[in-house]
DNA sequence: TGTGAGTTGATTTTT
DNA sequence: TCAACTCACA
């Protein structure tokens, strides 16, 4: 069996498979199959018995890492083989050596809101004059350090960099205030380990021991600090494996350094290095235009990408003359596929250079009734009532988390205003206490009245109380929370058509603790779960297999293929992006972009502008992107603008009067079609009628499957409210206590059970739900 | 202390 | 355009 699927590889594919100990470095070109090899190399180690404890697949994306670890599934079931991010690595890393740097294993991870936080506090606390420097830019600067393995004590500004200046007072306050609270930020999870196995030999001898096999994906995008760990993590065994296209390197700004595998040969003389440069995915037109585009590229390892696949349709360029036009087009078009039964939604994909674009698209797709479903800015996790709710949980799990503190302590309203806070703020600072163990001692801070301690005792109360249930599952615990808070009844009692919506966030909220709580059933601190929200990412949530149209981002892209692709907005400024234009090598990681973008489509492509963008609510004119002028004329269709200009005037030209007096404007391009072979041009025409489609539904975050119903146990004594009918904040009566409230639910099936907090003397008691006698309340 | 209006300022990509 | 932050007022 297992030959036969070593059959089906091709020799480069094989040569790379079959490679056992030592270091290797697989260049795979877009679409050749890496994660392929990749899943059978495992299993080939695995089968050369190799212990599966000591392999280790470093990914950027949770995405990434699920999709290999259901593909080694298939190849050599029974798992074991850690999978994982970087991020998570080093977070279970630094759990179990946390104290060598400083903080407790029970450390809260800061996102990016967070840190900025903590930051702007640190701000205000030093005094600096922040008009100068956004905090965003010190955030950034502070980042790169932590990127390229700069501590606080070693930063030290370039001489004439103002901004470095300030970073050199910053950057240390914000790193004691982090470490005060047993806090770490995303960029801290990696460089607390580089610097821990760099100053601790036998920490790193153990790791090194270890993970004897080491494999990682995307290595172009490793930056200094991810480097570091896996190289710490090589020396006596140097069996590392790592994957990657110089080409596909989209993550500079992020401390990326292309060297990393554009050097792996000088750092491991030995290496075997394998090209996988047949591409399994496009059409020969679509990796013609790529490979010309990207060939503009100077710091690159030029590779022979070729396909035996077909010669495909010409890719189209059509310059539109508005940016409405321009996504009601491509609307219309996809909607005429699928009306004619030629392709499904999800066949189609479009990708923008950044999240802003993605507006007049989605308003065109909703106009023509096609399902979409879009990767974008304001993710789950992020929102208001689900940080607050799970800053909750972070104080209980963490008591010196002072950022969760502050974000809870007057959420919600409870009469604890700025000055309290403050005073609170400056006993902590005084006596050097965590604001947790200053709130104790509010009744010895003098400058507060006696409303504000008296108020500060209650939370106090309420946090002492929601620490109990610590061990609980998590659904537990958030049951107790929302109830205890009063953060469920304060969004149930609003008038506010918002906070209901909020109020099913949370629910969501609980079925994913709920889901947890059943796949950890035994070890389940409260840290993991916390762990898991925060390292969570939008592509995530992606979903292959929903029958919809994908809206995303360029860099979101990455990894994924579609049979139609669409890349809009190729215009200078946005693609390339105005920021790059500052360096050469800033403009060569666009193209690398583009490149990306373009090599995800496998039969067709169509890459657009617009002569006029809507920009900061103002439309301008824009100028066609450089790019159009490195892809190779002969693989082009090129629509004249000006045709299509017509067209759309004569369909319906009051829909489309964005401006009375440009009309005789809209011809007048800067971008020249002349300058390609457009021979057969022809005007794209909107399809007249939308598609009766199913509705659009904007996703928030993955939809979680109720694995409860699949257990659910149906006894003889099956209760006639079955389990699933009661939920968080619910009204109950019992036979006996009468009428109560839900507080908080855990459990799954027949061993379901519910804390029930009665109006009646009874107290609050917990009950089984299949053997109880409890009924909801007609009211709620 | 809490709310609301008004202003300002910033807008890439993500773990 | 839009979100976040400030300031004034109840």
Redesign the pocket.
């Known amino acids: 069996m297992w030959s036969d699927s070593l059959n089906s590889l091709t020799s480069a594919q094989r040569e790379a498979v079959e490679h056992l100990d030592g270091p290797l470095l697989i260049l795979a070109g877009p679409g050749s199959g890496k994660t392929r090899v990749v899943t059978h190399r495992v299993a080939n180690l695995l089968r050369h018995g190799v212990a599966a404890r000591q392999i280790v697949a470093l990914t950027?994306?949770?995405?990434a890492a699920e999709e290999m670890r259901s593909r080694l599934e298939v190849l050599a079931p029974g798992g074991g083989v850690w999978m994982s991010?970087?991020?998570?690595f080093c977070a279970r890393l630094l759990r179990q050596h946390a104290a060598t740097v400083g903080l407790d294993e029970n450390f809260t991870i800061y996102?990016?809101s967070d840190s900025r936080?903590v930051l702007?506090r640190t701000l205000d606390q030093l005094d600096l004059d922040t008009?100068l420097y956004?905090p965003?830019?010190l955030t950034g600067a502070i980042?790169w350090a932590k990127n390229n393995l700069i501590t606080a004590a070693q930063y030290q500004p370039r001489s004439g960099h103002p901004l470095g200046h300030v970073v050199a007072k910053v950057y240390p306050a914000y790193q004691a205030r982090l470490l005060a609270s047993s806090a770490v930020d995303?960029?801290d999870l990696l460089l607390h380990v580089a610097v821990m196995l760099r100053d601790n030999p036998e920490i790193r001898a153990t790791l090194d021991e270890r993970f004897r096999y080491i494999l990682v994906d995307e290595y172009q995008d490793t930056n200094l600090a991810q480097y570091t760990i896996v190289r710490g993590l090589s020396i006596d065994h140097p069996n590392l494996a790592v994957t990657g296209d110089p080409d596909q390197s989209?993550?500079g700004?992020?401390g990326a350094n292309l060297s990393n595998i554009l050097d792996f040969e000088k750092d491991y003389p030995d290496v075997h290095v394998v090209k996988l440069e047949r591409n399994y995915r496009s059409t020969k037109r679509i990796l013609r235009v790529a490979d010309s585009l990207i060939g503009y590229n100077q710091r690159r390892k030029a590779k022979g990408l070729y396909t035996e696949n077909d010669e495909g349709q010409s890719v189209s360029l059509v310059a539109y003359p508005t940016q409405r036009l321009e996504a009601e087009t491509i609307a219309a078009r996809i909607a005429e596929e699928i009306r004619a039964g030629r392709r499904r939604p999800r066949d189609f994909a479009i990708f923008y250079?950044?999240?802003?674009l993605s507006?007049s698209l989605e308003f065109a797709l909703r106009d023509e009734g096609i399902p979409y479903q879009m990767?974008n800015?304001l993710e789950f996790y992020q929102r208001k009532e689900i940080k607050d709710v799970l800053a909750y949980l972070q104080l209980v799990n963490n008591p010196r988390d002072d950022n969760a503190f502050l974000r809870v302590i007057?959420t919600p309203?409870?009469?604890?205003?700025?000055?309290?806070i403050g005073h609170l703020i400056a006993h902590a600072d005084r006596r050097q206490l965590s604001l947790v163990d200053a709130a104790r001692e509010s009744g010895l801070i003098e400058a507060l009245?006696k409303?504000?301690a008296v108020a500060v005792a209650k939370f106090m109360a309420l946090y002492d109380q929601l620490s109990l249930v610590a061990a609980a599952p998590v659904e537990e615990i958030l049951g107790h929370v929302l109830s205890a808070s009063g953060y469920q009844q304060f969004l149930i009692d609003s008038e506010d058509e918002e906070d209901q919506e909020r109020l099913a966030n949370i629910e969501e909220l609980l079925t994913a603790a709920r889901e947890f709580d059943e796949r950890h059933p035994t070890d389940a601190p409260l840290e993991t779960f916390l762990e898991e929200s925060c390292?969570?990412?939008?592509?995530?949530a992606w979903q292959a297999d929903d029958d919809r149209v994908t809206l995303?981002?360029?860099?979101?892209s990455k990894g994924l293929e579609f049979p139609v692709v669409f890349i809009v907005a190729l215009e200078e400024g946005l693609l390339p992006?105005e920021?790059?234009r500052e360096a050469n090598d800033?403009l060569e990681?666009e193209r690398r972009?583009l490149f990306v973008g373009i090599t995800r489509a496998c039969e067709e492509l169509q890459l657009s502008l617009a002569t006029y963008r809507?920009f900061?609510?103002q439309r301008r004119r824009t100028v066609p992107s450089q790019f159009l002028m490195e892809l190779p004329r002969g693989e082009m269709d090129v629509v004249e603008p000006n045709a299509t200009a017509r067209v759309e005037w004569e369909t319906s030209p009051d829909e489309h009067a964005w401006d009375e007096s440009s009309g005789d404007e809209l011809g007048d391009v800067d971008f020249n079609p002349a300058e390609f072979d457009a021979t057969d041009a022809e005007p794209v025409t909107p399809s007249p009628a939308a598609t009766d489609a199913a509705a659009v539904v904007r996703m928030t975050m993955t939809p979680l499957t109720t694995a409860a119903e699949l257990h659910r146990v149906q006894t003889a004594e099956a209760p006639r409210v079955p389990p699933e009918a009661f939920h968080q904040g619910m009204v109950v009566r019992h036979p006996e206590y009468g009428l109560g409230k839900v507080v908080a639910l855990s459990g799954n099936g027949i061993r379901r059970t519910a804390t029930i907090a009665f109006a009646s003397a009874a107290g609050q008691r917990k009950f089984m739900l299949a053997s109880s006698n409890l009924r909801p309340a007609k009211s709620e």
């Open positions: 950027f994306t949770n995405k991010t970087f991020h998570r996102d990016t936080q702007r008009t956004t965003e830019r980042s995303f960029d989209i993550y700004w992020r250079r950044v999240n802003a507006r990767v800015g007057n309203p409870r009469g604890i205003g700025k000055t309290t009245n409303r504000a390292l969570v990412n939008d592509t995530d995303m981002t360029l860099h979101a992006h920021r790059s800033l990681e972009l809507e900061r609510g």
